[in-house]
């Protein structure tokens, strides 16, 4: 049964890797760094409920970073404009419609 927790360890190690920006493995981030020390066979965890509860709780924090993920892209992905600027979002909007907005010359616009 230890060779389950150790698989299901694993699994969730690398699940964990998932949801972190990539980065190569020559030269790691500090999270990456401390979740091996804690995934690290030689820290395998014992069977008892605390490595069981651990365990559980590694699988839910890896939900919700997935969830996370997902929201955000979903946000760009349906919003487009939200992290344009005002001025730029009616001059996409007019273009949407056919329409160029007029050249201002500088003395106009100080």
């Keep these: ?19 972190l920006p990539p980065r ?13 020390a804690l995934f690290h066979p030689s820290a395998a965890p014992q069977e008892s409920d605390a490595a069981l509860q651990q365990l559980e709780e590694a699988d839910q924090f890896i939900q919700y970073a997935r969830a996370q993920r997902t929201y955000a892209t979903l946000l760009d992905r349906y919003n487009p404009g939200m992290n344009m600027d005002q001025e730029e979002r009616v001059r996409l909007t007019a273009r949407r419609v ?9 003395e106009n616009k100080k």
């Design 98 to 106: 056919g329409l160029d907005l007029p050249v201002e010359n500088e």
């Design 24 to 36: 190569p493995l020559s030269k790691p981030s500090p999270l990456q760094s401390r979740l091996r």
């Design 1 to 19: 049964m230890s060779s389950n927790h150790a698989f299901q360890a694993r699994s969730l190690y690398r699940a964990l890797l998932r949801e």
